[in-house]
């Protein structure tokens, strides 16, 4: 009788740190997708500063414009990290673009988001 009394006890407790991880996974998964946002503008802003005929100020402006966007998702990829940690990538590479040009990321970072974009988006 006691055996069903502990098991009335921890089958309630083990299904609610089911949910409760299960909730936070999708709160991560959102937070990687609203930081992938603004990753997507950045590359786009990226891959126009490659086009031809750009002056020198236009190529650097267009640059700086990606830069801003890229870290605007800063936050985003930080609060995705810390709900479930399997994010950490994102939010390095984002990171990482203060010290490496950006065109030397856009290969990780659009992994990274065709990842949190896909519909069974685990890394």
């Known amino acids: 009788m006691a055996r069903l ?3 009335g006890v921890v089958a309630p407790l083990v299904a609610a740190g089911l949910l409760l991880s299960a909730c936070g996974s999708g709160s ?19 891959v126009r500063s490659e086009a031809k ?20 998702g800063t936050p985003a990829a930080a609060a995705a990290t810390s709900s479930d940690g399997s994010w950490n990538p994102l939010m390095t590479t ?3 673009a203060q010290r490496v ?23």
């Open 5 to 7: 009394s502990r098991l």
């Open 28 to 46: 991560a998964i959102a937070q990687a997708r609203a930081s992938c946002k603004f990753v997507h503008a950045a590359l786009a802003l990226q």
């Open 53 to 72: 005929g750009l002056t020198s100020a236009q190529r650097n402006d267009l640059q700086g414009q990606a830069m801003g966007e890229l870290l605007k």
């Open 94 to 96: 984002i990171g990482e």
């Open 101 to 123: 040009p950006l065109h030397d990321l856009v290969p990780a970072l659009r992994r990274l988001c065709q990842v949190a974009d896909s519909s069974s988006p685990y890394l």
